[in-house]
């Protein structure tokens, strides 16, 4: 059974600090990954997503995640901090084989630093 | 506009009653989901559609009913609202399925008193 696993409920960094939150997950197929931020009050926003190729991947808003196949890890990093960061964010994993599997973690708390 | 829509943005509704969500999207996605989001419990999917007439059951469906007669709504029904109800209620909608990642609704914050 996949699973998502988010370390750190809550992370707290300084404002042009590097921003690190970590994502490990489990499959029995090859997982398609995905981040994703939550503002307060809103949806979801798709950040990035691994699917095929290129293990290191590029998002909006200058993040990037890669996907380490032998530490099942899809870790989330942005080199700079900036105010607007300070949002929700979840890891996603889904089975390449079932669209309907998508499986959420239960999120991080990012909050900035002035 | 483009997008995926959700109302009301918010509901208080009594035990008991018939509650329906609304989920309208404009890109003619074919897949289409609806998520809870509770503290602790983090999203859950309750049902989902991968196109016109075809609809599944997630996570958590029951007491909850859905229908999608058109390919851009998707309502879903709240038979009997239960205070276990309360939650935050998100659509999502995907032209790829999960190969493509999902775009969300701004959320239905329903309250069951």
């Known amino acids: 059974a996949q699973s998502v696993t988010q370390l750190g409920s809550h992370v707290s960094v300084s404002e042009g600090a590097l921003v690190l939150l970590r994502c490990n997950y489990s499959?029995?197929?090859?997982?398609?990954l995905f981040w994703y931020v939550q503002y307060p009050n809103q949806g979801l926003q798709l950040l990035l997503k691994y699917t095929t190729g290129a293990t290191l991947v590029k998002g909006i808003n200058g993040f990037e995640a890669e996907f380490k196949k032998s530490e099942t890890s899809f870790h989330l990093t942005k080199p700079s901090a900036h105010m607007s960061d300070a949002a929700e964010y979840f890891c996603a994993v889904s089975e390449t084989t079932s669209y309907d599997k998508v499986i959420f973690g239960p999120g991080t708390s990012l909050s900035v630093i002035p | 506009d483009a997008g995926i829509t959700q109302s009301p943005r918010y509901k208080i509704t009594e035990t008991g009653r018939q509650v329906t969500l609304m989920c309208h999207q404009t890109?003619?996605?074919?897949?289409m989901f609806w998520y809870r989001q509770d503290l602790g419990h983090g999203l859950r999917l309750i049902y989902y559609?991968?196109?016109?007439?075809?609809?599944d059951k997630g996570e958590v469906p029951d007491g909850y009913v859905v229908s999608r007669s058109k390919t851009e709504n998707f309502p879903l029904t709240l038979e009997s609202a239960t205070r276990s109800q309360t939650s935050v209620y998100f659509c999502?909608?995907?032209?790829?399925?999960?190969?493509?990642?999902?775009?969300f609704g701004s959320g239905t914050r329903l309250t069951v008193v």
């Open positions: 499959s029995s197929v090859p997982p398609y």
């Open positions: 890109w003619s996605h074919s897949y």
């Open positions: 999502a909608s995907s032209g790829l399925g999960n190969r493509s990642g999902y775009t």
């Open positions: 559609s991968a196109a016109a007439d075809i609809t």
